[in-house]
């Protein structure tokens, strides 16, 4: 059964520095988010993105936070300088129709940690 | 006003029992609703969608939605131990074009032997 992947599983990173995380969306979804899970809270929404471009964002999603389609497989999350307060779980999620039956596909999740 | 409320739990019913998860939600115009199952230190696993007021089945799993009362369930049947974990609520409507899922904190579930 076809599922969204992530990479790295864990990253480690000091305060400051930038970290880029990957996912390879379902092959044939068109529509990409991102969302974060602090530990012990609850899922929320970053960004989504389709056609090359972001189409919904959080208050959340600000400068220091940018996404790409590089290739027609990736989805990257780009966190230019780190702070501490970024450590989650960051879930990448596709599906294949914006509308109201959006079923949104999760991926394993990248642990980050900023120390 | 949260927006997608969950008692947190735990919800503790013994194997075999019917497990009863419960969500409300502020906004009117949310238009589909989505239970996701999230094992610890996993991520969430899409188990039911909802759009329509009623009941919806999927073997032992039913989603319930009541769009006037703002307020939907999840019933799972012959609970087992692997059903242990949290249930999460998660909502999308026409204000946020259905891009964003706003999800609840999650109930535990615990399903003793």
Redesign the interface.
């Known amino acids: 059964e076809p599922e969204v992947t992530q990479t790295p599983s864990h990253q480690v990173t000091q305060m400051g520095q930038e970290v880029i995380l990957r996912c390879v969306p379902i092959s044939n979804h068109l529509y990409f988010y991102w969302y974060r899970q602090i530990l012990g809270q609850k899922v929320e929404f970053l960004v989504s993105f389709y056609n090359n471009e972001i189409s919904e964002k959080s208050e959340i999603f600000d400068d220091q936070f940018s996404v790409e389609r590089p290739d027609g497989s990736n989805f990257t999350l780009k966190i230019r300088s780190t702070k501490l307060e970024d450590s989650a779980m960051y879930f990448c999620a596709s599906s294949d129709t914006p509308r109201e039956y959006n079923e949104q596909f999760f991926g394993p999740g990248t642990r980050l940690t900023v120390l | 006003q949260k927006e997608v409320e969950q008692n947190s739990g735990p919800l503790s019913v013994p194997e075999g029992a019917i497990a009863s998860l419960n969500c409300t939600y502020s906004d009117r115009v949310s238009?589909?609703f989505?239970w996701?199952r999230q094992y610890s230190g996993?991520?969430?696993?899409?188990i039911m969608?909802i759009?329509s007021n009623g009941d919806k089945e999927d073997g032992r799993f039913t989603a319930q939605l009541n769009k006037a009362s703002q307020y939907v369930s999840l019933l799972i049947r012959d609970s087992q131990p692997s059903d242990s974990a949290t249930y999460?609520c998660?909502v999308?409507g026409?204000n946020?074009?259905?891009?964003?899922?706003?999800?609840?904190?999650?109930t535990r579930l615990l399903v003793s032997p």
């Open positions: 238009q589909s989505f996701y996993k991520s969430p696993e899409l969608s759009y999460l998660a999308n026409v946020t074009g259905f891009q964003k899922l706003v999800f609840g904190t999650g």
